[in-house]
């Protein structure tokens, strides 16, 4: 261990330390980035006895004083570093690009408002030396407005009853993985990342860990209701293909209802049985045409392999490669092998 201007504590990074990469997703954080380092430093320097342990801002197109925040907690905590995407995207697509730009053996994504607490991480970490590859923060509660709570709740068990694969119930981002999971999450190529499905998804041995989620510490939300409803149809749209195969499934009664208008209109004559079969008809092909340009938009874009982040590379500081780190994670070093790699994995 050796001392830094302030006297605290830093380690000496060594080849066969495990490398702790602590992943925060920021935008517009100015307030609650001090504060959230009063909390979150004494947790890295317990940490750093057993981990060598690398602080990483993901700054989603912040236009107020966050990187300023962020170069003044590099000079207490020198193993900082931001990644600055060239404008805001959304939160998923920023944790996406810090996924592809980061190096470690193990990380955590959390967010600076300290609604997940900072202090959770060594229980994450006991639970990742026990041999698991996922620990995961589960909101059994948290301080928001009853119906907005109920919401939550009635989305992700509709979510997971739709999905077509495992969807983890009460989970957020608030998380532990390996190297290994990420690299599986990676795999993916899709124009509407949603990280927390993908945990779900690949797999891995994975624990919950319970808690109560607290109120924002400084600054305001940066969701809304609109923007939440948006998430949550992307969300299932990209976790299940039920509004494809449901025209199928509705394709009986769909033909035993026009039927049935139909013989009601010839016995009758009555113009409500035609309206009614009109209306039947016109809603199911317009509802099929509907979520079929939605999956076919979707494919579209993902088919087009377009980057979801651009770096802004002058506001980015990336974390060096350790001697005999052979993985494809990138460095600082200005060379022509480094821009090339950049480009063959989309990392711009």
């Not at 300290?114 to 229980?123: A, L, N």
């Not at 994975?206 to 809304?224: L, V």
Request: with cysteine.
């Amino acid at each position: 261990m050796s001392m830094n201007v302030h006297g605290h504590a830093t380690p000496t990074e060594a080849a066969d330390a495990p490398l702790l990469t602590i992943i925060c997703p920021v935008y517009n954080e100015e307030l609650a980035l001090p504060l959230f380092f009063e909390r979150i430093h004494p947790v890295i320097e317990e940490l750093s006895s057993r981990y060598f342990v690398h602080l990483v801002f993901l700054n989603n197109g912040s236009t107020d004083r966050t990187a300023e925040e962020i170069q003044n907690i590099k000079t207490i905590w020198p193993f900082t570093y931001v990644i600055t995407t060239s404008r805001n995207v959304s939160y998923h697509a920023s944790l996406e690009c810090g996924l592809r730009n980061i190096r470690g053996d193990v990380m955590v994504i959390i967010d600076v408002d300290c609604e997940d607490p900072p202090e959770m991480i060594p229980r994450f970490i006991e639970k990742y030396e026990q041999g698991y590859d996922v620990v995961y923060g589960e909101r059994v509660d948290r301080e928001e407005p009853a119906l907005v709570k109920r919401a939550r709740k009635i989305f992700y068990r509709v979510l997971r009853a739709v999905a077509d694969e495992d969807i983890i119930l009460d989970m957020a981002e608030f998380s532990l993985f390996t190297n290994d999971v990420r690299e599986a999450i990676l795999d993916e190529c899709t124009s509407f990342p949603f990280i927390r499905a993908s945990i779900g998804r690949v797999g891995f041995r994975r624990i919950a860990i319970p808690f109560k989620r607290q109120k924002r510490i400084a600054g305001n939300s940066h969701y809304n209701l609109l923007g939440m409803s948006v998430f949550a149809i992307g969300g299932i749209l990209s976790a299940s293909t039920l509004f494809l195969r449901l025209p199928v499934y509705l394709l009986p009664f769909w033909l035993l209802a026009l039927i049935s208008l139909a013989a009601g209109y010839a016995k009758t004559q009555s113009l409500w049985f035609a309206a009614a079969a009109f209306a039947v008809f016109a809603g199911y092909m317009g509802g099929t045409a509907a979520f079929t340009a939605l999956y076919i938009a979707r494919t579209y874009k993902n088919g087009l392999g377009r980057p979801n982040a651009f770096i802004n590379r002058k506001a980015t500081i990336l974390q060096p490669m350790r001697e005999g780190d052979s993985s494809s994670s990138l460095s600082n070093e200005p060379s022509q092998r480094f821009w090339r790699s950049l480009e063959r994995q989309y990392e711009y």
